[in-house]
């Protein structure tokens, strides 16, 4: 007879034959969206996807809200993570869906210019002082319908260090947003919260130019993310074979050789070894963006960059497309506009639509085609609703400014345009992340 595991609220049971599920279903206590075991996959997954179980309940018993959170990582700063994430977020609001647009750089946050959302009343801040609190209690209306923001905190040192309690908080609100899609930008680099919400998210993606040192970057952040989802595992038979811990150091990998070449050899005396780290990558299922690409021929360089991920690390990772070098989107960033609505005709935003349409969304090419055209003319109309934002001083340069006659950037009667930064120092009602 066919048993199944199953962890809820109250743990993990098991083995529980189908017969005991159906009554557990039919009283309640066996919901569609607990965790089964599956044996073909090698992983947990909601009761309500496996094909057994789901005949146990009613027709209507899976969910017809389905979320989908998707992150947004680089190897490096510089990369244009963040102004991709803008306008990736804008697009799937100008066809209708309900977004969500999450900071999570915490410790440099600029995601909210560029919406043109200077001063956001609520931020991530309140989080800490209102435990209850979810994310949908801190986000903002932007400019763009459909669209809403939650910001980090500017200016608090001490932002960007978070516990182990803090991230898994984080991650767990981030699946309780209302929303259709949730996109979070991250932080550069590879931090622990970085590694926690791409590891997490429903849709990983890896934000990269073409030029060695930014896929070297992106390399690395895909080895040190396998690392640590393997460390997260805690299984007691990685750290006995040795996979976990070499040269000494519980944090490395054994990559003095590709990881498919290091656990080849417990193949025949401890294959569950090889059983683990394989169905382990296998869940992840990172997307490459290769953006700032000057020259259509080096998208080769993604090829590459998959190529020694499957080759080193055993990891697939695919490629969404790429978004070309465009003067378009430097004056975008300018007017704090995401440069899809900006201006939806240029080079830039059609790779973009084109990337939603088709690889994000999942649309053939017919209805792609039909797609792309109706978010270009949903973001032109929009553009030319919400003209392009001007971050103003409320200080007006005149010759009661101590530095009259000495400041370089002088336009008498004009906003200052060096006391604009006074915004980020004034924290009233805001709390201080360094105490």
């Known amino acids: 007879m066919t048993s199944f595991f199953v962890r809820s609220g109250r743990g993990t049971q098991g083995p529980i034959p189908l017969d005991v599920l159906r009554r557990m279903a039919r009283e309640g206590s066996l919901k569609p969206q607990d965790q089964v075991w599956s044996d073909e996959g090698g992983e947990w997954v909601q009761a309500i996807d496996v094909d057994a179980v789901r005949r146990l309940f009613s027709v209507d018993a899976r969910p017809t809200f389905q979320r989908r959170v998707i992150a947004v990582a680089s190897g490096k700063g510089g990369v244009g993570k963040t102004v991709v994430s803008a306008s990736l977020a804008s697009g799937l609001a100008v066809l209708g869906y309900k977004v969500v ?190 953006n700032q690409v000057h020259d259509p021929r080096e998208t080769k360089e993604a090829g590459a960059l998959q190529l020694a991920a499957r080759e080193l690390l055993g990891l697939e990772v695919g490629y969404l497309g790429y978004i070309p070098w465009d003067e378009h989107v430097l004056e975008a960033v300018k007017s704090y506009r995401p440069f899809l609505v900006a201006d939806p005709s240029s080079p830039s935003s059609r790779n973009l639509a084109r990337l939603i349409a088709v690889k994000l969304l999942g649309k053939d090419f017919v209805t792609g085609f039909f797609t792309r055209r109706k978010l270009r003319a949903e973001a032109k109309s929009l553009a030319e609703e919400k003209p392009a934002r001007e971050a103003k001083s409320e200080i007006i340069c005149s010759v009661r400014c101590p530095y009259w006659g000495d400041c370089e950037f002088q336009v008498g009667g004009q906003p200052c345009p060096v006391r604009q930064f006074e915004a980020v120092f004034r924290v009233e009602n805001r709390t201080d992340l360094s105490r």
Do not use: M
């Not at 459909?146 to 803090?166: D, K, Q, T, Y």
């Open 101 to 290: 647009l999450v900071e999570a750089d915490w410790g440099n946050p600029n995601l909210h210019a560029h919406l043109g959302v200077f001063r956001p009343e609520k931020t991530l801040t309140e989080l800490q002082t209102n435990p209850g609190f979810k994310l949908d209690d801190v986000a903002v209306d932007t400019p763009i319908p459909n669209l809403r923001l939650v910001s980090a905190e500017e200016g608090i040192l001490g932002a960007a260090r978070s516990g182990l309690a803090e991230r898994l908080r984080f991650v767990r609100l981030l699946g309780s947003c209302a929303a259709d899609f949730v996109v979070v930008d991250l932080g550069a680099g590879t931090d622990y919260l970085v590694l926690d919400v791409f590891l997490a998210a429903d849709t990983p993606l890896l934000v990269t130019t073409p030029d060695p040192l930014a896929l070297q970057n992106a390399f690395n952040l895909l080895k040190v993310a396998i690392i640590h989802y393997l460390r997260q595992l805690g299984s007691p038979v990685l750290k006995e074979a040795g996979v976990l811990g070499g040269n000494g150091r519980p944090d490395h990998l054994l990559l003095y050789q590709s990881l498919p070449q290091a656990i080849e050899k417990f193949r025949d005396e401890q294959p569950e070894v090889v059983e683990l780290v394989e169905s382990a990558l296998k869940r992840l299922r990172p997307q490459i963006i290769l």
